[in-house]
């Protein structure tokens, strides 16, 4: 498969609002994704173990799309059709309050799913959420 061309980071889309402390960020492969949505900032993603791609968090999902593996640092326009590089938060703290709900996925499952060492990646701390194991 194709990578699009693309610039991986510009000085004005950086947007200090999203409470995220990066310790570590990467450039990571996502995945194509069926409609090519605009992934925001502070997006979770979950890394697919047959793909060995990043893809949209699910909840209860196959494959390791179950658990929140990293954070998106910038908006990023998704591909239908080719991979995409991305530059994703892999390690540090985000605010429980500025993570975006993936589309078709109830708030009740993320906060789940974020407050389960299962099912999150031991390197992200959520900020701002009670009863985090």
């Known amino acids: 498969m194709a990578l699009e061309t693309n610039e991986l980071f510009d000085s004005d889309t950086v ?12 450039v990571k492969t996502l995945a ?7 992934i925001p900032r ?13 893809v949209p ?14 954070f998106t640092l ?14 994703v938060m892999t390690e540090g703290m985000i605010h429980y309050d500025d993570i975006v709900l993936p589309s078709g996925e109830m708030q009740a499952d993320l906060k789940a799913a974020l407050q389960a060492f299962a099912t999150r990646s031991n390197l992200l701390v959520i900020d701002g959420l009670e009863a985090a194991q």
Do not use: F
Request: glycine share 6%; net charge negative.
């Open 15 to 26: 947007d200090p609002t999203p409470r995220m402390a990066p310790r570590h960020a990467r």
């Open 32 to 38: 194509p994704v069926s409609s090519a949505p605009l």
């Open 42 to 54: 502070a997006y979770p993603l979950a890394y697919n173990t047959s793909t060995q791609k990043l």
């Open 57 to 70: 968090w699910t909840d209860g999902g196959a494959n390791g799309t179950g658990v929140v593996n990293c």
């Open 74 to 87: 910038e908006e990023k326009q998704s591909s239908a059709t080719d991979d995409v590089q991305v530059v």
